[in-house]
């Protein structure tokens, strides 16, 4: 599938699910430190809010528990996160290759995930902070996705129309936010089938982040 004639100037890149693979890692991450409220949640708890940010992610599954969130929750599961995320994160085989093709592009980083997860990732994936021209995280914005603020900010932090940008997102609520702020969406089937994000409105979906450059072909 290739997207020909199309004047995209920017790329706006979801982190979690798009580049490395951490859904398994926050998850532990998060099951830990919710035992530790008294809150003993499963693993399938978490997907209802896969990509809203750690304050819904954790605070969800609390509230679906009974137990109001704290931001104490988060904060203990990012210290978590840190000491378990050397081990465990995986890179997708086709991230390097895609940003190394897709450099003459303008890039940015549009993550609902705090700073310090970003932080983690990008270290432990070997991402240099310099490959994005631009970079949003949950403290840049007041609204997460399924809002747009997130891909709306890092477009304009490009310098470019949220309509010359293309948004990549592997969840629901980043396929969302990513039509709502105009730009052209294309999900990852890393956690939801291609037909969920379809129909949430993404523009088109592939497997994974290697097939990016050959999509985007200039026409």
């Given at each position: ?117 970003v932080r983690h990732n990008l270290r432990v994936a070997n991402i240099p902070f310099s490959t994005f021209q631009a970079m949003v995280t949950a403290e840049d914005v007041e609204h997460k996705k399924p809002d747009p603020a997130i891909f709306l900010k890092a477009a304009e932090k490009l310098g470019l129309p949220s309509a010359r940008c293309v948004a990549i997102d592997d ?49």
């Open positions: 599938m290739e997207v020909h004639g199309m004047d995209f100037a920017g790329i706006l890149f979801d982190m979690d699910g798009v580049l490395v693979d951490s859904e398994p890692v926050i998850t532990e991450a998060a099951i830990r430190a919710l035992r530790e409220f008294g809150v003993f949640a499963r693993e399938e708890d978490f997907k209802p809010f896969t990509g809203m940010g750690e304050n819904r992610f954790v605070g969800g599954v609390a509230e679906k528990y009974g137990k109001p969130f704290v931001p104490e929750m988060k904060t203990r599961a990012y210290e978590i996160y840190g000491q378990i995320v050397d081990q465990h994160l995986k890179v997708y085989a086709g991230t390097h290759g895609a940003l190394r093709a897709l450099a003459g592009y303008k890039l940015a980083l549009a993550s609902s995930a705090d700073l310090v997860k969840a629901i609520a980043g396929v969302q936010a990513g039509k709502a702020a105009g730009c052209y969406t294309i999900g990852v089937t890393t956690a939801f089938p291609a037909e969920t994000l379809l129909r949430a409105g993404a523009d088109c979906a592939i497997a994974e982040i290697g097939e990016l450059p050959a999509l985007l072909t200039r026409g």
